[in-house]
């Protein structure tokens, strides 16, 4: 089953390749221009997050998707890599998966010259888990 976090994180992911939340039954788009502010998620994306989980925004669904991002938050879905991109998507977890990945219709993806879109990181942690790797290799 796919947390909400999962959603949240399978959203972000694909606002940094320019995908969109399309919303409104299909009458509007999604699209923050920043996604991530350090090691948190941006106020621009939270506010989108916010409107795309609300039940005025209607039907709201990731661009070249057709599953609802409701949908996505039931029992039914979860969030597994995809096999070309390594990128989250959205798979049943019972019956057959859905036909195609959104990174089908993204030109030049997947793409190991540019950085791979991320979650926020904790720059401090990393640092640290960095610097615990390199004292375990010198003893």
């Known amino acids: 089953m796919a947390t909400k976090q999962e959603v949240r994180a399978y959203l972000a992911y694909w606002f940094q390749l ?7 039954n299909g009458k509007a788009s999604i699209l ?13 994306f939270e506010e989108c997050w916010q409107k795309i ?6 039907d709201c669904y990731l661009e070249g998707t057709s599953e609802t991002i409701a949908e996505l938050l039931t029992p039914a879905w979860d969030m597994l890599p995809c096999s070309r991109c390594s990128m989250p998507v959205a798979a049943r977890n019972v019956g057959m998966p859905a036909l195609l990945c ?19 990181i904790k720059t401090q942690e990393q640092l640290k888990a960095i610097r615990d790797r390199l004292l375990n290799n010198i003893t």
């Open 102 to 120: 959104p990174c089908n219709d993204l030109p030049n993806w997947p793409n190991s010259e540019l950085p791979a879109p991320r979650e926020p």
């Open 18 to 24: 320019g995908k969109k939340v399309i919303t409104s």
């Open 53 to 58: 989980i609300s039940p005025e925004s209607g």
């Open 32 to 44: 923050p221009q920043e996604v991530l502010n350090g090691d948190r998620y941006s106020e621009e």
